[in-house]
């Protein structure tokens, strides 16, 4: 394994990434000239103000470029086994420091899994994505609690049925919505998926199970609109990040008589199809909510969104994954690490043990030392290796490599 090193500077900070290749590489890493003072730096000092304006790719190579005195340029042309965040734990600029952090695993994991093939690079892919997807913001799917909720479909242009993944956000049942939860989409994107971006109600507006009944919701509009949009109703998963991950199994494993279907019934007669997704991938979700409403796991969040009522805790198990746990349930992936402070890890190997026992076909990824996400750009590319891996076994036409689908 071989060792170069990239910077990445916001406002006067530095970020250091370390950058591993299979074979020597052909990065470069020159001193930068600071525009404030026309001096000559070197890269490591962190007070040099320069910002970063855009990431570019050309053919084979990933090439950050950097604009404002076009001093420091560096190429990537080798298989990369990982990304790793180094420096920088400034709170001003977090926002903008994690969209770096999924385009440069996004970047990776393009690159690493075209290598040795006719490769499509980054920006090919971003300059044609526009004529890849057609965007249909606030489908609205529900009216709850005085409100209208709302989802978006990313869908690709073609006629064929395409492979559609359910985005659930997180923010323990309180707080989040849909337009934070872009970065988390772009890895279905590039692969050629139809991605649908769901909100929900939040505690603050309807108490539990209130996100569970939109989520069954949502995933019944996605099948009564799965030929207007060419979704594969063979090939939904489902998938989110902490209440998401939660909500995802919660959306993919019910079923109607566990009577929480009951603001969106199916309609059989009329042509409604049984919902049934195809896979299910939990990132660090809760899975036995009643546990985290007393006790050591006890959380604030959790409690919250049962606030004061009558029978919280009855509604606690009707609301944990663990209750539903039974053979015929779809493959389910799951990543989580094992310092995990906000949701216990032993909530997965829970989960995990018992899919095990109704033999469901189930993966545990565990982070060693991960708390709650943030996991660096290094693991998310390796969490997302495994997770299209584990796809790839268990549904039919999942791609290994990035696919472009052409308009129709």
Not at 93 to 106: K, N
Not at 134 to 148: H, K, T, W
Not at 188 to 195: A, F, I, M, S
Request: proline share 6%; charged share 20%.
């Amino acid at each position: 394994m071989f060792e170069t090193r990239y910077f990445a500077h916001f406002s006067g900070r530095v970020e250091v990434y370390r950058v591993l290749t299979s074979q020597p590489s052909s990065f470069r890493a020159q001193p930068m000239l600071n525009s404030r003072t026309e001096q000559l730096v070197r890269p490591e000092m962190s007070d040099l103000g320069i910002r970063l304006i855009s990431l570019l790719s050309t053919e084979t190579r990933i090439h950050p470029e950097w604009k404002e005195n076009d001093a420091m340029k560096c190429a990537l042309t080798q298989p990369v086994a990982g990304i790793r965040r180094e420096m920088a734990e400034s709170t001003k600029g977090r926002a903008r420091r994690r969209i770096l952090h999924f385009l440069l695993a996004a970047m990776v994991a393009l690159e690493a899994t075209n290598y040795g093939r006719a490769q499509q690079t980054l920006d090919d892919w971003a300059a044609s994505v526009s004529d890849s997807y057609l965007v249909y913001p606030d489908q609205v799917y529900g009216y709850f609690s005085g409100a209208q909720v709302k989802l978006d479909v990313w869908q690709v242009q073609t006629k064929e049925p395409v492979p559609t993944v359910v985005y659930f956000h997180g923010g323990g049942w309180f707080f989040g919505d849909r337009t934070g939860a872009l970065p988390y989409l772009i890895p279905w994107l590039t692969r050629g998926w139809n991605v649908i971006n769901v909100d929900y109600r939040m505690s603050g507006t309807a108490l539990a199970p209130a996100a569970v009944e939109d989520v069954r919701c949502a995933l019944r509009w996605v099948y009564r609109n799965a030929d207007h949009f060419h979704f594969d109703t063979d090939r939904i998963i489902v998938t989110g990040h902490s209440a998401g991950g939660h909500l995802a199994l919660m959306a993919g494993i019910l079923q109607d008589s566990d009577g929480l279907d009951n603001n969106c019934p199916a309609d059989y007669s009329a042509g409604d199809k049984p919902i049934k997704v195809a896979a299910i991938v939990d990132w660090y979700g809760p899975t036995d909510v009643l546990d985290l409403l007393s006790g050591a796991d006890r959380q604030t969040y959790a409690i919250a969104w049962f606030g004061s009522l009558p029978a919280k805790e009855s509604e606690a198990i009707r609301v944990s994954p663990l209750t539903y746990v039974r053979a015929g349930l779809p493959p389910i992936f799951i990543v989580h690490g094992d310092q995990d402070p906000t949701v216990p890890y032993s909530q997965s190997l829970r989960l995990h043990e018992k899919l095990d026992e109704a033999h469901v076909a189930n993966v545990l990824y565990t982070i060693k030392g991960g708390r709650h996400g943030a996991f660096g750009p290094e693991r998310d590319v390796q969490a997302y290796a495994a997770m299209w891996e584990f796809l790839r076994q268990h549904l039919q036409g999942v791609t290994p490599r990035l696919q472009q689908s052409k308009p129709q």
